[in-house]
């Protein structure tokens, strides 16, 4: 079926190093894909979002990649800190399902 | 300011015992969510409802129900509780129906079936 997924469950940087968080997706259909970060107790938060018509998108000290080919996003994280040490979830919404769906995270931890 | 509701942030349940999780949100949403989050991974859906007097199921609806009681409030009943149902749960809303109409999320209830 389709679903959205994640390469890895577990990254661990330097601070100061950059982050990349991948994610594959299945469901060619998707027209929207999201970042959240969830730290632990709280709720998912908005990252930043990339329609499927682009490849990027920048905010601030992040980027989301987009590769429809391959089906494949990835959230680029600029000069990581501790306070970046989350789960990051990615998430992919479809016009037909009226929802999103979720990966299952990846857990980053930031080493000072 | 205080987004999406939820209570309560924590409880412990017997096996077959009944209770209602209240999510509240102050942002005038139309659509609201609910989510199950187990260890190891993402979160999945129990119900939602795109506007009120609607509800529809999700991914994982077996063992619950839902009640869309007004605008503002979106709660989850579990009847019969049963150890797999211990999770944690989120409520989200959303302003509009798509996908540039972003999710804003309670900060969850943590539930135990023992």
């Known amino acids: 079926g389709e679903s959205v997924g994640l390469h890895l469950p577990t990254l661990s940087v330097q601070e100061g190093d950059n982050s990349i968080i991948n994610c594959a997706y299945s469901n060619s259909a998707s027209d929207y894909f999201i970042w959240y970060k969830q730290e632990s107790g709280k709720g998912p938060q908005f990252i930043i979002d990339?329609?499927?018509?682009?490849d990027k998108r920048q905010g601030q000290r992040v980027t989301v990649l987009l590769n429809k080919t391959v089906k494949h996003l990835s959230l680029q994280i600029a000069a990581t800190q501790p306070g970046d040490s989350a789960v990051y979830f990615c998430a992919e919404w479809v016009a037909s399902g009226s929802r999103l769906t979720f990966g299952e995270g990846t857990q980053l931890t930031v080493n000072p | 300011n205080a987004g999406v509701t939820q209570t309560p942030k924590f409880q412990v349940l017997k096996t077959g015992q009944s209770m209602t999780l209240q999510c509240a949100q102050d942002?005038?949403?139309?659509?609201m969510y609910w989510y199950r989050q187990d260890p190891g991974m993402g979160l999945r859906l129990i119900y939602y409802s795109a506007s009120e007097g609607t509800t529809d199921k999700g991914e994982v609806p077996n063992g619950y129900n839902v009640s869309r009681l007004n605008k503002r409030e979106f709660s989850l009943r579990l009847e019969s509780a049963a150890p797999s149902q211990t999770s944690v749960y989120f409520c989200a809303s959303q302003s509009g129906t798509g996908g540039d109409y972003g999710y804003t999320f309670g900060s969850g209830t943590r539930l135990t079936v023992v």
């Open positions: 990339i329609r499927s018509n682009m």
């Open positions: 942002m005038n949403h139309n659509s």
